[in-house]
Nanobody
């Protein structure tokens, strides 16, 4: 089993920045890939970015490229999402996910473990 605990969400004005953190504990072998997904009201959960132990990165949503950066510290089993130049359309619940080998890195159903989610609200 793996436990994922997210932190760092909140309310920010457009153009501002936030840094999300997700700390994993438990079966480390199941966290080879860690990812951030987001889900806005009435919309499907979508991949923001995923990263593996070797820092291989897959980005999902085109609109975040150049503004969001995913990183991880393996020694801490923690993944981060640095979000800059935030826009109102980035408002969503952001979820951390983990899996040993997700079949589809951009598919939520490919990940076995999920955090509780953290709300990010960007005001205009």
């Amino acid at each position: 089993q793996v436990q994922l605990v997210e932190s760092g969400g909140g309310l920010v004005q457009a153009g501002g920045s936030l840094r999300l953190s997700c700390a994993a504990s438990g079966r480390v072998l199941s966290t080879q890939w860690m990812a951030w997904f987001r889900q806005a009201p009435g919309k499907e959960r979508e991949l923001v970015a995923a990263i593996n132990w070797s820092n291989r990165i897959t980005y999902g949503v085109d609109s975040v490229k150049g503004r969001f950066t995913i990183s991880r510290v393996n020694a801490k089993n923690t993944v981060y999402l640095q979000m800059n130049s935030l826009k109102p359309e980035d408002t969503a619940v952001y979820y951390c996910a983990a899996d040993a080998n997700p079949r589809g890195r951009d598919v939520a159903g490919s990940y076995d473990y999920w955090g509780q989610g953290t709300q990010v609200t960007v005001s205009s």
